[in-house]
């Protein structure tokens, strides 16, 4: 059995993050508080396939190394929350259950946002983190398949972070899942699908719901999740697009307090103290009476329902709540200490359907398979960035001209800091190195 601290210097040395989201270091999680560890299988978002393709590829790998990182942090219970209609994926794990008494699947609803730590937490425990608080705070730790994964070979194969697994999908020719070296570009990435089938596509990092749009040389890093290519012209690019002036006129004219925002709200059909109705009354208004509701700001989890979905007007509240929010911290306002409410009793009826999601997105058209493909992709060039997760970024310990290897430290962890440092995906020499990233050109 490998020990807790030993553990966490592996997870650390080896640049792992949580390989989705905000990217929080995931040594960060590995706690002695925690008694229960959860795999987070629930695909949170419509059209992305990789953790689900990942784990019923690797079904032995991923459940061997959540043991022994609970033997090391003296954890008594696993959870696989997986979504009961990924079939082959549930069949998978649940041939290797016999050799792992302590781990147990949990099914999961087939509804957005079954993959939000919080939503995921009560579905599968019937606890209720604290508005504000962390899961650590109930004893949950949450890691995703693939972030799991990377602590496999981490562990088995003293393999750091160099590649990610990417979901390529939308208008292209052959929709897939590749294993592509970090720092490759998105244009690059996504002519491994084939042809772009509309001309000037726009490409979506991410997922529909909460995804970014970005230009086609924006970096695959080690939160990349998803490259959705889309016509201009699509509604979920329309919203994205959307200006924060315009928004909040918009609202001022039409926003008729239905309340639908709140009512669909996951977090506070929890509990928690966000009631986004109430936000875009006071703001609209320009009412500040009621400071607790801009505060309350602070408990939004961005999962964007709320305007993706929830508003028959179309309006924007996700988008206006972080405005607010950011400013709030911006000027060092830090979030409010609440009570705790009790769950709502209507929530279950509430739960939003993926199939729904996906046809209100228009996007039922891209549900197609998207295989996984792990063939090696050889690539001229790469630029690492330097930060690609949450915390101080990495201090580059090479210099130009250097020869280096893949799997090599390029830049270590900021010292007294949450960082992580980052390694070469390719075999190279380095070109260029900035505050930013560092270029690798391959060995020729």
Known sequence: MIEINELIDVVKDSG?????????????????????????????EP???????????????????????ALSIGCNRIIIGVKEAYKKTVEAVRAHLHSFPIIEIGLLPEVYPAGDEVVLIHELTGKVVPAGSIPIQVGVAVFNVETVFNIYQALNNKKPVTHKFITITGEVEYPC???????????DVVALAGKVLVEDPVYLMGGP??????????????????????????????????????????????????????????RNLLGHPIEPHLFMRAATS??????????????????????????????APRTLITEYKNGLRANGVKPPKVEEAPVKKQRALR??????????????????????????????????????????????????GDVVKEGQKIGQAAENALSLPVHASIDGVVAEI???DIVIRAAK
């Open 209 to 266: 719901m909460t995804g970014n749009l970005v230009s086609e040389y924006e970096l695959i890093t080690k939160t990349s999740n998803a490259i959705i290519v889309l016509p201009e012209d699509h509604q979920v690019v329309q919203k994205k697009r959307g200006n924060t002036q315009i928004n909040m006129k918009r609202a001022m004219a039409s926003c008729c307090q239905c309340e639908m925002c709140t009512d669909l709200c996951p």
């Open 16 to 44: 792992i993050c949580g390989a989705g989201g905000a990217g929080f270091p995931s040594y960060g999680k590995i706690d002695a508080r925690a008694k229960t560890i959860i795999l987070n299988c629930a695909e949170c």
């Open 47 to 69: 059209l992305l396939r990789l953790h689900r393709q990942v784990l019923e590829k690797y079904p032995y790998e991923i459940l061997s190394t959540l043991y022994q990182m």
């Open 434 to 436: 900035n505050d930013r």
């Open 286 to 315: 320009g009412s500040t009476q009621d400071v607790g509701t801009f505060l309350n700001t602070f408990f939004c989890c961005s999962c964007g329902l709320c305007e993706m979905y929830s508003c028959h007007q179309g309006l």
């Open 177 to 187: 899942t590749k294993y592509v070296p970090l720092g490759m570009s998105v244009r």
């Open 351 to 400: 739960r939003v359907p993926i199939s729904r999601l996906r046809a209100r997105l228009g996007l039922d058209k891209y549900n197609v398979k998207a295989p996984l493909d792990e063939s090696y992709i050889v690539v001229d060039h790469v630029r690492i960035k330097l930060s690609q997760h949450i915390g101080a970024p990495a201090v580059p310990i090479v210099k130009v």
